[in-house]
């Protein structure tokens, strides 16, 4: 679990407030996720970079933004949340993207309430 | 396609007896299955995956799973249970070449000392 690290583990933001959250991997890993899990929801995949290309958007509003400058990092810049939108995101990363033999190591998540 | 399905969403065994938690996949292809553990306040861990090598898995703490493509189950057990298996449980599909791994609801298993 120390591979990925992930900051702030806890965060509370007013909707009107922009804020980033970061994942950092020292694994040399190649491909990075966003996860959002809900309570009593499954884990609901974001996005995924490989190579620092973004390769999948799952029909993520555009008030979250992510930014990959390198394989090793990863943010989620957020802005005009919802309510709803208070969750724990976590941050994954794999050898490769498109492989799901390839295991992918999460980090502990940030708990993310919108006031 | 792709999907999961956690039979049940808690489960509760006494320490030092055994452990089974549920999950029915469907997968159009030939599948990856894995099993992840989430403690309170951490991420998910990987228990265990099968990726179409032998049936029965073995994992990480005594855990163990077996595919069964007949019965479209992937089912975790363990012989004893451990206070310290006191926690969260996703099983999780994939399909190789697709970047979408597909997670059931959890289990939550708790451990009645």
């Known amino acids: 679990e120390t591979g990925v690290t992930q900051t702030p583990r806890h965060l509370v933001m007013g909707m009107t407030n922009k804020k980033s959250l970061k994942c950092e991997q020292h694994?040399?890993?190649?491909?990075m996720y966003w996860y959002k899990q809900s309570a009593k929801k499954p884990l609901e995949l974001m996005f995924v970079?490989?190579?620092?290309?973004?390769?999948e958007n799952n029909s993520v509003p555009s008030r979250f933004s992510p930014e990959c400058p390198n394989s090793s990092h990863l943010f989620l810049h957020l802005h005009t949340l919802q309510p709803e939108d208070s969750a724990l995101y976590l941050c994954?990363?794999?050898?490769?993207?498109?492989?799901?033999?390839?295991?992918?190591?999460f980090g502990p998540g940030t708990r993310l309430t919108v006031l | 396609a792709q999907s999961v399905t956690q039979l049940d969403s808690h489960v509760s065994v006494s320490e030092g007896t055994p452990v089974l938690l549920r999950c029915n996949y469907s997968?159009?292809?030939?599948?990856?299955l894995f099993w992840y553990v989430q403690h309170p306040n951490k991420g998910l861990q990987l228990l265990l995956k099968?990726?179409?090598?032998?049936?029965l898995v073995k994992g990480i703490n005594g855990f163990e799973a077996e595919f069964k493509k007949s019965e479209t189950s992937f089912h975790l057990t363990k012989p004893s249970a451990h206070m310290s298996d006191a926690a969260e449980y996703f099983c999780?599909?994939?399909?190789?070449?697709?970047?979408?791994?597909?997670f059931g609801t959890g289990t939550r298993l708790t451990i009645i000392p």
């Open positions: 999780v599909v994939g399909v190789f070449g697709n970047e979408k791994l597909t």
């Open positions: 970079y490989n190579f620092k290309e973004q390769t």
């Open positions: 694994l040399g890993h190649n491909a």
């Open positions: 997968s159009s292809y030939s599948p990856s």
């Open positions: 099968y990726t179409s090598a032998a049936t």
């Open positions: 994954a990363s794999s050898r490769l993207a498109g492989g799901s033999t390839d295991t992918q190591y």
